[in-house]
């Protein structure tokens, strides 16, 4: 059995206990007495007391429930103790408490078990209704706590559309462990009666009331303050829920005060229809699904089709003699649901006026956002989207070299002047960290300094990358508007969704950021704070300026984007994006030009099943999204756990920490590891608040160098062919494993099984080699982990394509269309030598395509760049299969010198024409 100190959550850890309660009240029913009968029932009751505290906190089986099952044990009925507990652990495993009423009293224990664990179909359980928990939160005694769960229990109504029991926690700091401990939890009802502090001093309980941050706030308030300031809070660590303050002061007290999302407060009254009706109606909004619904109603209705889709109602299928599998592969559903239409209660995308455009609204209300919009084809395009309708021609834009391939075919269209930035470098992992915010700080002062600002339009970063480092989103955007007050930040989330709905992740996404700033900028300390700032800094130079938090003006504008790959990391058909706004001048500036953007490039033959799950991946991560993230966490941090202390893994892989994927400069907190074999869990809260990067946990890099096999052989001829098992990303020397909302703790078990046998395997040929075969395996391993290549930095732009000036902007639409024209290129084998010697003789090889190894899918050379010695050792080096732009047989695609010079005469007509 693990000690509590070997577990990351209180989840876990509570899942756990009850399946060794319950083996160990069986054996221990089976053989009561005996020379190990003792220690078996201490084993139970150290089980029941770890337990004990943990219980309070959920509806199921409840405190009264446990505490008749420790009776049992305590009074010597060892085999009604452990039915009841073997009912109740199923019960829990298998969901089934959600589903329908588990008795767990003495006198029905006799009677058949309903079998718990069986799984019931599909269709079964989108009929029942769901289950959810009520959190109240009053001091109260035995009897007073009995009497409120009964009288909001009678409130219950067949017609209900949801079933709710009542959790009773007694203090604001309770609360606070409830809503973050209990997925469960969908309402608050926040009494008069409720105290400050909680009796429970569990560490694994007490690090989420750490997480809720604002320690010193919660201990200095008054106690009638207590109701609103845990409204306050609960809407800052878990904005999706519904608050609902009971109070006995007056309206006008109540009303000026920060409530965070309560939904309704009740004044001094015991009106439970009320309270009842309320807490159905708040879940019931979220649950709601405008689109989804609507298709599910128009599928239903008979029509006829005189239109597109010979596929719509499914009719070219069952009339088919050759087709007829597609039809029973997919069933009949999904052509029922497949239209061209906008009418009969459906809506149109490109102009939604229906259950689109709610729908939106919807999502948007879920991830932070002013407004949200779908797209069916993928982040992909809303990159371009967002590119288009903000970046004008000649608008200088500051982009992350190793962005998505997106970003940089969206700058080519838009005609923006392109400066790139370098991410730190992990050699020894041959991948790219993130830009360091004194580099951005130095590009947009050097353009201030040029009297170029004034035609800096944006900045364009990833969060997260791929690898999982997640910039201080905040701190990057306060910083780079004290310099430019009006820039624009879009931030590329394809792979960051899920976070939103984690609140450690949450403070560290692009909306959240966003509305944390609008706030503070309209505040009167901030503009002290910056007066004073300003004062202090009128004439420091960059150094200066670098090495100083730096505070924006209370005038600046915040505007803010985000695209995100939904179907990658929540619920959605592939393709299933989405693009979030929170821009301040979007109404007066940008909504046009957003709108002639999105007619651009998204199609007007939408797919209405890709919009309806996101519709309805949406619902889900209201409803359960800190559930699932959670989980997914905590398979990653199990993950991490088991490879990191396996002996025999240890030889053969690595798994990379924090410390190993962000220099120690990046991490202000010192956290190095999320897991020490010797120290076990750090709680990395204080780091995901201060440090510049951190690294996101469900993404976990293993380094596998050591096994002889590069990243991609790993992937492909190992993982993959061998075992099933898919991933993505490689390096060189490493592979990433990405966890989502759907990985189980089974399939972490399974992976890891895998990699013992891996392991095992090469254990075994090890031993069986000769002398030559050992020092063969062992220089394959040198190589993959030791003599790797540097990674290059971005080398520059051609004069070719730039203004003469020393500020790095690069007009990429030029280049890239004067490769159009083949008499301007040439091809040069990048293993032969030519490359180089023409490097020798003077000339500037410059790249004419862009050259982009997938994954990870940003390029290495853009078109108009030039050619350095680093990036070709580089592309030797590279171990993927997929090199878009680059073709082996031909080699690297190059500007002829003469098309350069022609291009370069060009310049100053073209300078004078776009100054006009």
Not at 254 to 271: I, K, P, S, T
Not at 761 to 783: G, H, I, K, T
Request: negative net charge.
């Amino acid at each position: 059995m693990q000690s509590m100190s070997e577990y990351f959550s209180a989840v876990q850890l509570r899942a756990d206990r009850w399946s060794d309660l319950r083996a160990a009240l069986e054996t221990l029913a089976r053989e009561p007495e005996g020379r190990h009968a003792r220690s078996r029932r201490d084993k139970v009751a150290r089980l029941f007391a770890q337990l004990e505290p943990i219980e309070r906190y959920w509806a199921f089986p409840g405190v009264a429930a446990f505490e008749s099952m420790r009776r049992l044990f305590e009074a010597g009925h060892l085999p009604e103790a452990a039915a009841t507990v073997r009912r109740a652990a199923r019960a829990l495993i298998s969901g089934a408490y959600r589903r329908r009423h588990v008795p767990l009293d003495r006198e029905r224990l006799d009677g058949d078990e309903p079998e718990d664990e069986t799984p019931l179909p599909l269709e079964a359980r989108s009929l029942a209704r769901p289950y959810f928990e009520v959190l109240i939160v009053d001091d109260l005694n035995e009897q007073q706590e009995r009497w409120l769960k009964t009288s909001m229990q009678a409130m219950r109504r067949p017609e209900d559309a949801f079933v709710y029991e009542p959790v009773v926690v007694p203090s604001l700091e309770d609360a606070l462990i409830g809503v973050l401990f209990n997925y469960n939890i969908q309402a608050v009802v926040v009494r008069p009666g409720l105290k400050l502090e909680s009796a429970i001093r569990l560490p694994i309980l007490t690090r989420y009331i750490e997480r809720a941050g604002e320690a010193e706030e919660i201990a200095g308030i008054a106690p009638e303050d207590y109701g609103p300031e845990l409204c306050r809070l609960l809407g800052k660590v878990r904005p999706e829920l519904d608050a609902y303050l009971v109070t006995d002061r007056s309206v006008e007290e109540v009303a000026g005060m920060d409530l965070g999302n309560c939904r309704r407060v009740f004044y001094n009254q015991e009106d439970f229809t009320e309270l009842h009706l309320n807490i159905l109606r708040g879940v019931g909004a979220r649950y709601k699904t405008p689109f989804f619904t609507a298709l599910k109603e128009y599928s239903r209705q008979p029509t006829g089709v005189f239109h597109a889709m010979p596929i719509s109602r499914g009719k070219s299928i069952t009339r088919s003699h050759w087709i007829q599998d597609m039809g029973a592969f997919y069933g009949p559903n999904i052509f029922m649901a497949e239209t061209s239409a906008t009418s009969g209660g459906l809506d149109s995308l490109l102009e939604p006026h229906g259950p689109i455009k709610e729908a939106q609204e919807l999502a948007a209300r879920a991830f932070g956002a002013r407004q949200t919009f779908f797209a069916t084809n993928g982040t992909s395009t809303c990159n371009k989207i967002v590119v288009q309708a903000l970046v004008r021609p000649g608008d200088i834009v500051l982009v992350d070299r190793d962005c998505h391939k997106s970003h940089h075919y969206g700058l080519v269209l838009a005609g923006a002047q392109v400066v790139y930035l370098d991410s730190y470098p992990l050699n020894q992992w041959s991948m790219y960290g993130a830009v360091p915010l004194r580099e951005i700080k130095h590009q947009l002062l050097k353009l201030k300094a040029a009297g170029k600002l004034d035609r800096v339009r944006m900045l364009l970063l990833t969060n997260c990358t791929f690898d999982g480092i997640v910039y201080n989103v905040e701190r990057v955007m306060e910083e780079c508007l004290a310099i430019k007050p009006d820039l624009i930040f879009l931030w590329d989330e394809a792979w960051f969704a899920f976070a939103r709905f984690a609140p450690t992740y949450r403070q560290r996404t692009a909306m959240h950021a966003a509305n944390t700033l609008r706030e503070r900028l309209r505040s009167e300390a901030h503009a002290k704070a910056w007066a004073r700032q300003a004062e202090k800094l009128k004439d420091a130079d960059e150094a200066t300026l670098l090495k100083t938090r730096l505070i924006p003006p209370p005038d600046a504008r915040v505007r803010v984007y985000a695209t995100q790959s939904t179907h990658k990391t929540l619920t959605a058909l592939r393709q299933g994006s989405m693009i979030h706004v929170n821009d301040q001048d979007f109404k007066g500036e940008v909504e046009q030009s957003f709108h002639e953007a999105y007619m651009t490039h998204t199609s007007t033959s939408p797919n209405y099943q890709i919009i309806a799950s996101l519709d309805v991946g949406r619902r889900q991560v209201e409803l359960e999204g800190f559930e699932f993230v959670q989980r997914q966490v905590e398979a990653a941090m199990a993950m991490r756990r088991a490879i990191s202390t396996h002996p025999m893994l240890q030889r053969y892989f690595k798994v990379l920490s924090a410390g190993d994927m962000i220099p120690a400069e990046f991490r202000e907190s010192g956290v190095d590891s999320y897991y020490d074999p010797e120290q076990g869990w750090t709680d990395f809260w204080q780091s995901w608040e201060r440090d510049e990067f951190v690294l996101d946990a469900t993404r976990v890099t293993l380094a596998v160098g050591g096994t002889g096999w590069d990243g991609d052989t790993f992937k492909t001829r190992i993982l993959m062919d061998r075992y099933g098992i898919q991933i993505n990303k490689t390096s060189r020397n490493t592979v990433l494993f990405m966890t989502n909302i759907g990985t189980t703790r089974s399939s972490v078990a399974y992976l890891i099984e895998v990699l013992v046998e891996i392991a095992r395997d090469l254990d075994e040929r090890l031993d069986d080699a000769s002398r030559m075969e050992r020092l063969a395996f062992d220089r394959r391993v040198r190589n993959l982990m030791h003599d790797l290549p540097p990674l290059p930095d971005f080398s520059r732009f051609h004069d070719a394509f730039r203004d003469g000036s020393d500020t790095g902007e690069g007009d990429i639409r030029a280049a890239f269309f004067l490769a159009y024209d083949e008499d301007n290129c040439d091809y040069m084998d990048i293993a032969s030598g030519a490359i180089e010697a023409a490097m020798e003789e003077g000339r500037e090889v410059v790249s004419a395509s862009f050259i982009i190894p997938y994954p990870p899918g940003f390029p290495i050379l853009v078109p108009g760049q030039v050619v350095s010695r680093d990036i070709l050792d580089f592309m030797r080096a590279l171990d993927v299969r997929e090199i878009h732009g680059y073709r082996a047989d031909l080699g690297l695609r190059v500007f002829t010198q003469k098309a350069l010079e022609r291009h370069a005469a060009t310049r100053p007509r073209r300078r004078a024409v776009a100054a006009e």
